[in-house]
């Protein structure tokens, strides 16, 4: 089952357009790295210097496991870190946000209808 795992990261003052022409392409090493890992999506937005990203990944932990010790994914990892308030270095158990709420897939149909 895929999980969707939302994260939150903050960029440093001043490096939003850096950060935007960055991601206009990753490159395309990283690609098939993250999809070995078990990503299936991801997606960023950005709000100011605020970004939000949702991922659906085979297995979250084991994805980061995988990616922490490849050196594709280092290397990326040091470009954003000069962009990030709080750069990831893949060694902490990270599980993403909390969910708080969804709206369900159905419509609960009342008694009486």
Do not use: C
């Not at 993250?34 to 970004?51: Q, Y």
């Amino acid at each position: 089952m895929t999980e969707r795992i939302a994260l939150h990261t903050r960029l440093k003052p001043g490096r939003e357009p850096d950060y935007d022409r960055i991601h206009a392409a990753i490159p395309d090493a990283l690609d098939p790295r993250l999809r070995a890992a078990g990503v299936t999506a991801w997606s960023i937005w950005r709000s100011g210097r605020e970004l939000f990203h949702l991922v659906e990944v085979d297995d979250y932990r084991a994805m980061r496991l995988v990616l922490a010790d490849d050196p594709v994914n280092a290397e990326w990892q040091a470009q954003m870190a000069e962009l990030l308030e709080v750069e990831d270095d893949y060694t902490g158990d990270d599980s993403g946000i909390p969910l708080v709420w969804t709206l369900p897939e159905t419509v609960p149909i009342e008694v009486g209808q």
